[in-house]
């Protein structure tokens, strides 16, 4: 069976209110530009949020940690994939090469896309997971930017049970 992966774009880390529930948001980078929704945890969202920004810690943290055990291991992060959502729960995969082997390693998708952007890999949903729990954004006329789709979306999200995700 052929597993069809679209290339997809981190739009951002957010916090949706009342529930304080952070929410990563990815978006399809071509086609429609379906959004894709994940509800992560504090750390993890923290963890994104600080590679996004650049921050450095004096000593890693445990997302800087993997990443420094694969370059020790002469290991390359080749892409992750968000796979698919069984029982409100995000599965995806880090897909590494060593030694011109690849190997797939299982995990939750905040983990995954907290080491991409690290180590600057791409990062696919697969097509399956977008018909699923894809998000077509509203037309907006004349607005393309980031902050237009996420204040579209953050009226999506307020009508969200965090419960119906029940974390990854």
């Known amino acids: 069976m052929v597993v069809v992966v679209v290339p997809m774009e981190l739009v951002g880390v957010r916090v949706e209110v009342p529930a304080n529930t952070p929410v990563v948001i990815l978006r399809e980078q ?33 997302h800087d940690l993997l990443v420094e055990v694969l370059k020790q291991l002469d290991t390359s992060l080749d892409r992750i994939v968000v796979t698919e ?35 600057r890999s791409p990062i696919f949903a697969t097509e399956g997971l977008l018909l ?17 789709i996420i204040d579209e979306f953050r009226d999506f999200l ?11």
């Open 85 to 119: 959502i069984r029982d409100h729960v995000f599965y995806a995969e880090l897909h590494l090469v060593t030694s011109g082997h690849p190997h797939v390693v299982s995990c939750r998708p905040s983990d995954a896309i907290a080491v991409a952007v690290r180590t």
């Open 30 to 62: 071509t086609g429609a530009q379906r959004l894709l929704p994940i509800v992560i945890g504090t750390p993890e969202a923290s963890s994104i949020h600080a590679a996004l920004e650049g921050i450095q810690s004096p000593r890693p943290l445990t």
């Open 132 to 148: 699923q729990a894809g998000q077509h954004p509203v037309e907006i006329a004349d607005e393309t930017d980031d902050e237009a």
């Open 158 to 168: 307020d009508d969200l049970d965090p419960d119906d995700f029940k974390g990854e």
